[in-house]
């Protein structure tokens, strides 16, 4: 019995897994269906067809049973050959397993890391790529879940296209919660996964792959990879009706066909909306609190609020706190932030109640671990973001 | 609407994915769990102190985000370097799917191929690696699923430790419906998925691999792979309590946790046995239909039996008409056996009234293209294996 208090609700706030609509939870308890018979081969050409419009592309996304990083692993598999210089940039966890798969890949590195917390700046990656021209390929984040930092994809991607360099974006927690125009902003790859503004839970891996990209990595010659060599899936997927060159996750695609419709009928202009908002609020009920954002700031930040912990108190115990006495799981730090912050996550199937939820538990946490903290001071000012924004909280 | 019948129920007959018992269904609709928090890191561990008694080994059991092939591909991006000769045996889809992962991974292969529905001959494999001692790796099949054979891993298994060769087996399809004693036999990978006898959803991959073969990859310096790199997942697995490199597939993993425990009630034995005993009773029903089986006799072959098709009818039409008509999905035959063989599943969730079924819409569809069959002749065959068997058919 992990919890003893006498409440018996609890509360996932995490940033992925994220929390599941119930018509997505209810469909995975439906019966299995063979991937080959008409029913799984029309749910795999559904899915398909309704991804693009979350990547606001019109590229073949090419779907993968694994997590987002093997989506990621597909880009540099597929864009990196041993000795190939390449630029990766990270200011964060995830930017750095770019790095981790560029060694993998026997990549000439060419890392730019301003550090976690900092904004990748284009400015400097426009420097390095004209100081090495002979790049062809880059790697950036989007939503850099260990930090909250939303890059600038929009201008990184204009100047990658101005060194005629390829660019691949790791959108795994960014995909469906911050903007992202892929097409429209000339970026070549978009790596996402299931668990997070997708509303399903892990193990699908999807990467948005532009025809400019499958050529160049055709054109390098095969792969390391055989699972997740793009030309396969690619190959497979584009025949009519599409199938998968592997078994696929049919329970994961059932719950992935049902959060696409969701996002559908919702409009991803106002699921993104949505998200702005939380993040809006949610960032005004730390002010209220007295607290700092943690980073450069960021009013993009729409995956997920990195929140800097008051000095004083002991910060690892702060999801520790808020999980045992409040029954709300939430993200601490990881790796050198471990206790310097906690993250809010507003990613997905979150509505405003969940972060007034996050944030009174937080006040309440605080103070109980012996911070000065106003009860309800958070809360009232995410409220009255959520007032002033005039519009219904409900659908 | 795909059935214009005036039925409603339809049967799931597929060699996988197989059809899922309710309880491991109805746990997927659960509210999803955080890895990192307490329930998540105990269903994680759960799973990994349950898996080994189904591979008959102490090693570690990796699991991977992933279909199967995923897992076979681990064992050759660990096992295999550049240029290193190796042995792969194929005798039908999935041994050659060995061979295409030793191709992209650049391996210098030694091919082993008597033929589709041949079974593998340990003579064979010894001379071979007799003549090219400089092999230290082998790849071969339990249950070829496109053919229905299952090899006789136990004798490959003696044959490549005469050698000091390492042997990895695809046990995808067998793993729990034929016997593999991974440890009594010597097999020092075996790579399985959930989606078959393990009565779960496609989506995990499972790789079992002996110390020796962990640190034989180690030796033979860093793999091309990350996602599937044996080192990072053993390393992770193996922290108290045992952590994921990457966000594993959480639903999937509470619906093998279930699936698992249900293995371990009825006792891996008794499932075994109840495999065998289904698999006999449709070779007789298929012999009482006056069919032959396809491929070399196997009495091993106990997750899936292969029939070839009467000449004279056009058999392509015989898992259409299944389906179509009777609401019953069975497999075909793949690549060249397509419209030779018919393939009755008996993996996993399968009961004796399970292969009845099966084999009367055989019978009814076999009429209902011109062939002549006497109707309950199959059926009557294997309702005397069940009551020769002397054994309840329920729990």
Redesign the interface.
């Known amino acids: 019995m992990?919890d003893a208090t006498p409440f018996i609700k609890s509360y996932?706030m995490?940033a992925?897994?994220t929390?599941?609509p119930p018509r997505v939870?209810?469909v995975?308890?439906?019966?299995?269906?063979?991937?080959r018979?008409?029913?799984g081969v029309e749910l795999y050409a559904r899915v398909l067809r309704r991804l693009p419009a979350v990547f606001q592309t019109a590229n073949d996304v090419l779907l993968?049973?694994?997590?987002?990083?093997?989506a990621m692993?597909s880009a540099?598999a597929n864009l990196v050959r041993p000795g190939d210089p390449a630029l990766f940039c990270a200011a964060g966890k995830f930017g750095e397993r770019w790095i981790?798969?560029g060694e993998?890949?026997?990549a000439d590195l060419v890392r730019y890391e301003p550090g976690w917390g900092r904004r990748l700046d284009p400015g400097e990656i426009d420097r390095v790529l004209g100081e090495r021209p002979e790049i062809r390929v880059a790697f950036a984040t989007l939503s850099e879940t260990s930090t909250g930092i939303v890059h600038d994809v929009q201008a990184i991607a204009e100047v990658a296209a101005r060194h005629d360099v390829l660019l691949a974006v790791d959108a795994v927690s960014g995909l469906g919660a911050a903007e992202l125009r892929q097409d429209a902003w000339g970026v070549d790859v978009v790596a996402a996964?299931s668990?997070k503004a997708l509303m399903c839970?892990?193990?699908i891996g999807l990467a948005s792959v532009s025809q400019r990209a499958l050529d160049y990595a055709g054109q390098r010659g095969?792969?390391?990879?055989?699972?997740?060599?793009w030309g396969r899936t690619a190959k497979a997927q584009r025949k009519d009706p599409p199938s998968s060159p592997?078994?696929?996750?049919?329970?994961?695609l059932a719950a992935l066909d049902v959060a696409l419709e969701l996002i559908a009928e919702e409009g991803l202009e106002q699921v993104l909306a949505r998200h702005a908002l939380l993040a809006r609020a949610t960032r005004a009920g730390v002010h209220g609190l007295g607290l700092e954002l943690f980073g450069d700031p960021d009013d993009r930040a729409n995956a997920v609020t990195a929140i800097e912990l008051p000095e004083g108190i002991d910060g690892a115990k702060v999801p520790k706190v808020l999980?045992d006495k409040y029954g709300i799981?939430a993200n601490g730090g990881q790796n050198q932030l471990k206790g310097r912050i906690l993250r809010i996550a507003h990613t997905g199937y979150f509505g405003a109640f969940d972060i007034l939820t996050s944030l009174s538990g937080l006040e309440m946490t605080l103070r109980e671990l012996g911070a000065e903290v106003e009860q309800g001071a958070g809360v009232g000012a995410a409220q009255q973001v959520f007032l002033d924004a005039g519009v219904p909280l409900a659908a």
Do not use: C, K, N, W
Not at 246 to 252: E, K, R, S
């Open positions: 992990p996932l995490t992925g897994p929390p599941l939870s209810q995975m308890a439906e019966p299995i269906v063979y991937h018979a008409p029913a993968f049973s694994s997590s987002g990083s093997g692993e540099v981790e798969l993998a890949y026997g996964g668990q839970p892990p193990g095969p792969a390391t990879a055989y699972y997740f060599d592997f078994t696929p996750p049919v329970t994961l999980r799981t």
